[in-house]
């Protein structure tokens, strides 16, 4: 008895769309938290996506790999915030003055308060008294305010 290949080629048609949905669902599900989950319930989701992968039931063993592109999703959208967020300024640098230099990495855009928004990309920190590491962020984003009676430059 042969399988028919039309049906099989829509079947894993049908199954990675739903784990490139279910994936992009559990990037969401992360930005929707309002902080990160601690680090051990990742092993409970690893955990879960290799009970369902192991279960010998054909209705939950079909949702395997929905359930790990979810986990996947999740962890994936964890790490790269966890990154963003570990790109600090030290807490020492609060009151001395730090020269940066560098460009503007993308156009200036209007911001809340008649300001201008923009990307400035980091060539190089300098800041007297303090040993500069590298776990600085390479790109600032910078808003840039009016005074009272003088105005920014218009953006064309």
């Known amino acids: ?16 769309l739903a784990s490139i ?10 930005y929707r938290l309002a902080t ?11 955990g879960l996506m290799l009970l369902a992968m192991a279960c010998r039931y054909q209705r939950i063993q079909r949702l395997g790999p929905v359930v790990v592109a979810a986990t996947l999703g999740l962890v994936w959208a964890g790490w790269n915030a ?3 967020l570990a790109e600090r300024l030290p807490s020492e640098w609060e ?8 460009y503007l990495c993308d156009l200036p855009t209007p911001g809340s308060f ?6 400035f990309c980091v060539l190089h920190w300098q800041a007297p008294g ?7 962020p390479r790109v600032l984003r910078l808003s ?11 953006i064309a």
């Open 1 to 16: 008895m042969s399988e028919n290949p039309v049906s099989n080629r829509v079947s894993r048609l049908g199954v990675g």
């Open 21 to 30: 949905l279910a994936f992009s669902c559990g990037v969401i599900l992360l």
């Open 36 to 46: 990160l989950p601690p680090y051990p319930w990742l092993f409970v989701l690893v």
């Open 82 to 84: 966890d990154m963003r």
């Open 95 to 102: 009151t001395k003055r730090i020269v940066v230099s560098g």
């Open 114 to 119: 008649d300001s201008l928004r923009f990307g």
């Open 130 to 136: 303090v040993s500069v590491d590298n776990n600085l």
């Open 144 to 154: 840039w305010y009016g005074r009272k009676g003088r105005r920014l430059p218009s």
